[in-house]
């Protein structure tokens, strides 16, 4: 049994949960900014390219929707960070790890939507096909599968076992 009488598997205190908790979703945020960041980056090029000037305005659309989208993503893939480094010794690590917790979360969920959008137009842009909205919708499915439904499948098909 831990120190705060949960069964936990591990002796920890909430401070110690709190700081393995913290040093595992740096870890994850580290992977989720670095791409976030880079297709950010790569979006706010796109429309000092020549080829902008002539895109239509669906497309256009869609391209402010996406950086917006690869906007809010960054603000909350990064907002852990500063959010740790605003309340930092306060002693409020447990609240801290939750809050971060959710922005990354919040954070791919954007990523997935920017990423889902970024497809749609560079497949409008280099395809103008029908079968463009279903690939994305596929891709959009496969993103889903790996990012939620398969964790959240492990969680409760092990969480079940774990408790019997």
Not at 79 to 88: A, N, Q, T, W
Not at 93 to 121: D, E, H, N, Y
Request: charge should be positive; glycine fraction near 6%.
């Amino acid at each position: 049994m831990a120190a705060d009488g949960s069964t936990s598997g591990r002796c920890e205190t909430e401070e110690e949960r709190a700081d393995r908790k913290w040093a595992d979703l740096i870890q994850e945020v580290r992977v989720a900014q670095t791409g976030v960041q880079i297709l950010f980056g790569f979006l706010l090029t796109v429309v000092f390219t020549p080829r902008f000037a002539q895109l239509e305005n669906a497309d256009r659309v869609i391209y402010i929707v996406t950086v917006v989208l690869g906007a809010s993503a960054t603000g909350a893939l990064i907002g852990p960070v500063s959010f740790h480094r605003l309340v930092s010794g306060l002693h409020i690590k447990p609240q801290t790890v939750r809050w971060a917790s959710r922005l990354t979360f919040i954070g791919l969920l954007l990523l997935l939507l920017t990423m889902t959008a970024a497809l749609l137009l560079v497949l409008r842009v280099a395809t103008h096909d029908s079968f463009v909205p279903y690939l994305v919708c596929a891709v959009l499915a496969w993103y889903f599968l790996c990012w939620f439904a398969l964790p959240c499948w492990a969680r409760v098909r092990f969480a079940r076992h774990r408790h019997k």
